[in-house]
């Protein structure tokens, strides 16, 4: 078992109040995104928001490396920069189960994850970027779909959009287009709660929005500078409740994520889908993501320079070696508790949902 102290174990939506948006130090332009009207958009946004503003005379961004890994990391997480997508980005990934296929608008993510799942994924200090392009980025998606199949698309894998929506607007625009299509569905996931400038908007049902959320020892522990599970669960309710614009709300979901076995865990996650029932207490289309903790050597690697205090346990000792078809591992939790803990999640949600779909346990 994991060891972690126990910090506020109920979790309410009740008096609740907003997270403070991020405001990065430094917006950075390059001379590409600035020649894109979506990047003139951007712009625009930071402009009212009185935020330090610098353009770069080239398309490279520099000026983010410290004196070592960790300077690095706070001077690249306090950066907003703004770029084009490179054509690399145009070529899609599959992205079972959560998706057919991943798309990006922006990459990294504002805040502090200590079990960061883009540690060792993305190269380089780990700024946020944000793509110009966004318009082309859009029209690249049809060329993925099927003739009269439904085709979904995860916008979340490599940034948390809502975190820096109101940076950008990128995300309202993604699901204005969703919105239009017939054939073609939008996922995203998120850690925060600014979600009202999404509430009008006409999805017409193709946008499911999910929260990431997690037990009140880990939430409140690992997960620096997000939202409150209490506040995610809290914008989740907005979400789903309908509305005059459209006649209906979002679609929604929980990912719970990343589950660990600490000590009381049943306890602790029973306290959060009470929490959790609290603020779906309506009829609404829910699914629920289960999704274990693991790591990778690498991203161990990364972790510990970024988070060099952290109580995350990635001792290898503990868990079983999980292998992909490329021959990279995975450190997992070993069979039985695996199976403990699914049995658990499965019983909870469809003794309190049972109308609510369980996508996927990994």
Same mark, same amino acid.
């Not at 003139?40 to 928001?49: A, E, K, Y």
């Not at 009269?148 to 995860?154: F, I």
């Not at 522990?221 to 907005?238: D, H, I, N, P, Q």
């Given at each position: 078992?994991?060891?972690?102290?126990?910090?506020?174990?109920?979790?309410?939506?009740?008096d609740t109040q907003p997270t403070k948006l991020w405001m990065p130090e430094r917006v950075i332009?390059?001379?590409?995104?600035?020649?894109?009207?979506?990047?003139?958009?951007?712009?625009?946004?930071?402009?009212?928001?009185?935020?330090?503003?610098?353009?770069?005379?080239?398309?490279?961004l520099t000026g983010l490396?410290?004196?070592? @890994?960790?300077?690095?990391?706070?001077?690249?997480k306090r950066t907003l920069a703004v770029v084009t997508a490179p054509p690399s980005k145009f070529k899609l990934s599959p992205i079972p189960p959560s998706a057919d296929w991943q798309f990006h608008i922006a990459e990294g993510c504002p805040a502090h994850c200590q079990y960061c799942y883009l540690a060792g994924s993305l190269s380089g200090p780990p700024v946020i970027r944000t793509y110009a392009n966004l318009p082309q980025i859009l029209e690249n998606l049809a060329a993925y779909e099927r003739l009269?199949?439904?085709?979904?698309? @995860?916008v979340s894998c490599y940034t948390d959009p809502l975190g820096i929506e109101h940076l950008t607007g990128s995300l309202a625009e993604c699901?204005?287009?969703f919105g239009m299509r017939t054939d073609a569905h939008l996922r995203c996931v998120s850690k925060f709660d600014a979600v009202d400038g999404l509430l009008n908007l006409p999805h017409n049902g193709h946008t499911r929005f999910r929260m990431s959320v997690n037990a009140a020892p880990i939430s409140g522990?690992?997960?620096?500078?997000?939202?409150?599970?209490?506040?995610?669960?809290?914008?989740?309710?907005?979400?789903?409740l309908p509305r005059e614009s459209d006649g209906g709300g979002y679609p929604v979901g929980l990912v719970v994520a990343p589950i660990m076995p600490i000590d009381d865990w049943q306890m602790h996650y029973g306290r959060l889908f009470d929490a959790i029932s609290e603020a779906l207490d309506m009829d609404c289309d829910l699914t629920f993501e289960l999704i274990s903790h693991r790591f990778t050597p690498?991203?161990?690697e990364v972790l510990q320079t970024w988070y060099p205090q952290s109580k995350l346990d990635m001792d290898e000792a503990k868990r079983s070696v999980k292998r992909n078809k490329f021959g990279g591992i995975k450190y997992v939790y070993d069979a039985d508790t695996m199976k403990t803990m699914k049995r658990f999640f499965t019983n909870e949600i469809q003794r309190r949902f049972p109308?609510? @779909?369980?996508?996927?346990w990994t």
């Open positions: 078992m994991i060891l972690l102290s126990t910090t506020k174990d109920h979790v309410s939506i009740s332009f390059t001379p590409a995104a600035l020649d894109k009207p979506w990047g003139q958009n951007i712009l625009t946004r930071v402009q009212s928001l009185n935020l330090p503003i610098e353009e770069l005379p080239r398309n490279r490396r410290g004196e070592d @890994e960790r300077d690095t990391y706070n001077i690249a009269e199949q439904l085709t979904t698309y @995860e699901i204005r287009y522990r690992f997960e620096g500078g997000t939202a409150s599970v209490a506040s995610r669960l809290g914008a989740l309710r907005k979400l789903a690498g991203s161990k109308n609510a @779909e369980i996508l996927y």
